[in-house]
């Protein structure tokens, strides 16, 4: 394999991630989407999405060891293509995330949704940021955006406290004329998988920092 061609398959890595953080963001958008107006149906196409993520994901693996197994990569390159492989585990496991939610929309379908809680959305828009910026990071090799990204973590972490104060307090009061106790505790389930979301995002950031020094540090 030349350089030339080399190159260009290190170009084709970088679409397929863009692609693959992008389809991420796309399940996470439909399934909170689906939350706030109980639709069954985009709910299921989350499904779909996560399907396409573990398409991508199987070609970045089988690209990555052809560059790997082909090229014997200098140091640098053989950063960026192992780091690649580090950070589709935590790609992939976004889009599980986004499938837990959207289960747990068709789980509340027959319930009226109590909107309570505004900041479920806001944690949601925050999240896809993240692993939008996380995977152009890695594209663009930008440590200042990585550790953004790790940063952003925080904000999202003090949503999932403000989700859980309220939610802890709607069950508390135990209203027996609703089901609102029961959605409660879903809803704070939903939050919990945004914020795991951000979690992976910033392992992603991690794996970028990683590339750029060769040391793989915790942030958060």
Known sequence: MTRRQFDEQLEELKELLIE??????????????????QDVVLAKRTKAVESAV???????????????????????????????????????RIADQAVDISELVIKMSKLPYADSVKEISEMADRVQEMVRSAARSFVERSGELAK??????????????TI????????????????????AL????????????????SNIA??????????????N
């Open 148 to 161: 953004e990204v790790c940063r952003s973590d925080d904000a999202v972490d003090d949503l999932f406290d």
């Open 206 to 219: 991690e794996w970028v920092l990683f590339m750029l020094t060769g040391e793989h540090k915790k942030l």
């Open 164 to 183: 859980k104060k309220k939610l802890t307090g709607i069950v508390h009061k135990e209203i027996e004329e609703d089901d609102n106790g029961e959605q």
């Open 20 to 37: 693959m953080g992008n389809l991420n963001c796309e399940a996470i958008e439909d399934a909170v989407t689906a939350l706030e107006t």
């Open 186 to 201: 879903d809803l704070l389930m939903v939050a919990k998988y945004l914020e795991k979301i951000g979690d992976h995002a």
């Open 54 to 92: 573990d398409e991508k994901e199987q070609q970045i693996e089988r690209l990555c060891l052809k560059l790997i197994l082909k090229q014997q990569p200098v140091a640098s390159d053989l950063l960026f293509v192992t780091s690649a492989m580090k950070m589709i585990t935590d790609m992939e």
